[in-house]
């Protein structure tokens, strides 16, 4: 048998995240290893690959494409099938794109590889010391795409031609910037500058920054996908100086770190994590024995810390020696700013030295925000930098073109279609017109890069989410249909589709503790018992309702969920039962107003907020009772307070009447007992987190079949003590809990949930 004959040929299609990640010039190298000749190009299905060899050099090709992927690959499938007829040639080459709808899908923004932070600490490289070095296995991505494919001259990049040496670079299948789209070098990319009060300064910036920073000074640094503002996380002075400047007064900041364990506690898991290509803030237990101000994250046990995860940022890191605050650029509540004019006049305020770059940010990305649980699972709180726009896998394989409008605030939309869905990353708060903006522009931006024409648009039944009337009018300029979705629905369907629960007509439990969403009957929703699936839900029982006194006022003082709660478990004598939380409440004058207003039932909304019984608790302790900062400031107090006696205390005690009502009276009770016998404070807050707990999967436990799956949905879940607990108690009564891992419980994840539901209605 001569040599041609043995040669075989096969058709091999790679499915998954496979553009833009270095996978043509990674099957390359293998068919020059293997000796096979044919071709590889992507096409809207993937990446396509013609080979003709001997059968085992095949074979090989085959197992090695989904074991040897690059970094930032993601292989779903490989398929395989013969293919008729000879190769053109006996080369193998790479091929230009093919056509296809989504021929440029675009991955998410990456953390700087092992192989460019050599060259960039290497002084014989020519990328020594360039703060913008990237390749095929890192870089940035969404933050710098303007439209498909994903072309350099589609992207930011556009505006630096490639120097000599880049290009050669860009053109060689065996160079690890084979067409790298952000390719770049000291001769033809960005650059840096800096700016203090004297204007621009010559000289090096880097420099000039960690100075500035060294003198406990504040800069506002562009980096990826937005600016930050920076300051030396050992000094109080500096940190109470941003804090006054940015008007925050409390909300935690996060910090950069090259060594995380010189501060916290990093578990291998952990560690991991910090060190993906997404490069997350990751929450950390404090390390005890490490000074650091309070004033960073107040009542805080834990830090939000990240790695460095561009050139720049290492460069920074590196040069200052310690860790930083890095906290988002922006005033107060507004959206991160990204770019350098609207950082000069918006900062200008806050920060005292500028380092600027001019790669332009196409698009805002804040940075990643994961907690990990007991066993060191990842608990997604914000998914953005480094995760979005990654495709999500859905539990279906056929799903219409839906477009999903998501929530109102943490507000996220979601593309599905077919078996995957892409939701965008965390775009804010839309009360903010910044951030509205910004979701306006992002649904064009994704629209357009996945070339989606929606057939359904979802959106929250709440009328005046500004998201759904955003979805209201898409659908009448598109003609597309409009499903209007239970909020608490979507939430169950979210952590459905997150732990890739099929299709059927199964009915599952749904465990959904929130803030608050308009519920079925119209009223306010937010600790909720469903039973159901994709395709519907029920409302078997969960919390009652208590009046929400002055409505949204009641979401900023944590002292009317107190009142409310307690005038609720004890009737109007609620004062003799409330001694010791009375120095609580604020001046006789407003406390008397707010009893009055409940008592004829003005402006008190009947809610049942898990989250607002959470605040209550928080109120009787003395936490934030008069006035929160920041969404979840209070409850956030008492989960740190908590955290030290959780795996020891005993929980309280609540009602459970036959409709699956939950009764709050005899906690109460017990709570208020605990405080006049002047039990310590972190004890009661245990007691409480593991009463609810316990209470809810009684709850459960009631209505379930064995061995069914209980999802854990809502943005109360964040809360780990509570989660760890509740999955403790289910798994106890031989349950199946079901807990976030891809998107978060928050309102980040209603997106993904709405447009599965509104899919199958
Ligand atoms: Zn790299
Ligand atoms: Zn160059
Ligand atoms: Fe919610």
């Known amino acids: 048998m001569d040599a041609a004959a043995a040669r075989e040929g096969r058709r091999i299609r790679v499915r998954g995240l496979v553009q833009g990640v270095g996978f043509r010039p990674f099957v390359w190298r293998l068919a020059q290893e293997l000796g096979l000749s044919g071709e590889v190009s992507n096409d809207g299905e993937g ?81 020594h010391g360039y703060a913008f070095a990237n390749c095929t296995h890192c870089g940035p991505r969404l933050t710098i795409a303007e439209a498909i494919p994903w072309d350099r001259p ?87 100086l941003l804090r006054q400047r940015k008007a925050r007064d409390a909300k935690p900041f996060a910090l950069m770190s090259a060594d995380p364990a010189s501060i916290c506690v990093v578990s291998p898991e952990a560690a991991a994590l910090l060190a993906s290509p997404a490069a997350p803030i990751v929450l950390l237990p404090r390390r005890t024995d490490v000074r650091l101000p309070d004033t960073l994250a107040p009542d805080q046990d834990h830090l939000g810390v990240m790695l460095p995860a561009t050139p720049l940022h290492h460069l920074l890191l590196d040069a200052f020696g310690g860790p930083l605050v890095m906290t988002s650029g922006n005033r107060s509540e507004e959206p991160q700013v990204i770019d350098n004019d609207a950082a000069l006049t918006a900062l200008a305020g806050i920060a005292d030295v500028f380092l600027l770059h001019d790669r332009p940010i196409l698009n805002r990305l804040d940075d990643s925000v994961i907690a990990l649980d007991e066993a060191q699972q990842p608990i997604p709180l914000r ?6 726009p990654a495709p999500i896998a859905l539990p279906i394989k056929d799903c219409p073109p839906t477009l999903a409008m998501g929530g109102e605030l943490k507000a996220t939309f979601a593309l599905l279609r077919g078996g995957e869905a892409i939701v965008s990353q965390h775009i804010g708060d ?130 009317r969920n107190l009142l409310a709660h307690l005038a609720h478990a004890f009737g109007a004598d609620w004062r003799t039962r409330a001694a010791s939380v009375l120095q609580h409440f604020p001046e006789a004058g407003r406390l008397h107003l707010a009893e009055r207003m409940l008592a ?45 006696y959780a795996a020891s205390e005993q929980p309280y005690h609540a009602g459970l009447d036959a409709g699956g009502m939950l009764d709050w009276t005899p906690l109460w009770d017990a709570l208020l007992g605990d405080l006049a016998a002047g039990c310590e404070p972190g004890r009661i807050a245990a007691r ?17 079949r064995p061995g069914q799956r209980v999802a854990l949905s809502g943005g109360v879940m964040q809360n780990r003590i509570l989660l760890a607990a509740l999955c403790e108690a289910l798994h106890r009564r031989g349950l199946a809990p079901l807990v976030h891992r891809i998107i978060p419980a928050n309102d980040g994840g209603l997106s993904l949930g709405q447009g599965l539901i509104a899919a199958f209605a």
């Open 154 to 240: 589609n992207t930011a990049m556009k505006v630096f031609p490639l120097c000599p040496a880049c290009r050669a670079e860009y053109d060689d299948p065996a160079d690890r910037r084979f067409h790298a789209q952000p390719i770049a070098c000291p001769d033809c990319g960005p650059r840096l500058w800096f700016i203090d009060k004297a204007g621009e300064a010559t000289g090096d910036s880097l420099q000039s920054t960690v100075a500035a920073l060294r003198s406990g000074r504040i800069a506002a640094i562009k980096g990826l996908g937005g600016f930050h503002l920076a300051c030396d996380a050992h000094n109080a002075e500096a940190i109470a």
């Open 47 to 127: 990446v396509l690959i013609a080979a003709w060899g001997p059968g085992a050099a095949l074979n090989q090709l085959a197992q090695r494409l989904a074991e040897e992927a690059p970094l930032l690959a993601r292989v779903s499938a490989v398929e395989m099938a013969a293919l008729d007829g000879m190769p053109a040639s006996k080369d193998f080459r790479i091929t230009a794109s093919g056509d296809g709808a989504a021929a440029a899908v675009i991955p998410p923004d990456a953390a700087t590889c092992p192989a460019c932070l050599a060259e960039v600490c290497d002084p014989a490289e020519r990328r």
């Open 600 to 644: 004829s039932g003005t402006n008190c909304p009947p809610c049942s907020s898990a989250g607002r019984l959470f605040d209550a608790a928080a109120a009787a302790l003395g936490l934030h009772s008069a006035r929160i900062s920041h969404e979840g400031q209070a409850a956030m107090a008492l989960e740190a307070l908590a955290r030290p």
């Open 383 to 388: 998914r953005a930098r480094g995760y979005a």
């Open 430 to 559: 839309l009360e903010q017109a910044g951030a509205l903006d910004d979701y306006r522009r992002m649904l064009d931006l994704y629209c357009e890069l996945y070339q989606f024409t929606p057939a359904v648009i979802a959106v929250d039944r709440h009328a005046g989410y500004l998201s759904t009337q955003l979805g209201e009018a898409l659908a009448q300029e598109t003609g597309a249909r409009l499903a209007r979705v239970a909020h608490h629905h979507a939430h169950f369907a979210a952590c459905l589709a997150d732990n890739g629960i099929p299709d059927s007509d199964d009915e599952h439990l749904g465990l959904l503790l929130d803030g608050l969403g308009l519920g079925d009957d119209d009223t306010l929703w937010g600790g909720e018992i469903l039973v159901g699936n994709y395709r519907s839900a029920r409302r078997v029982g969960g919390f009652p309702a208590v009046p929400l006194i002055g409505g949204g006022a009641a979401m900023r003082e944590p002292w």
């Open 688 to 704: 409480f987190h593991l009463g609810v707990a316990a209470a809810v999967a009684e709850a459960a436990a009631r209505i379930a």
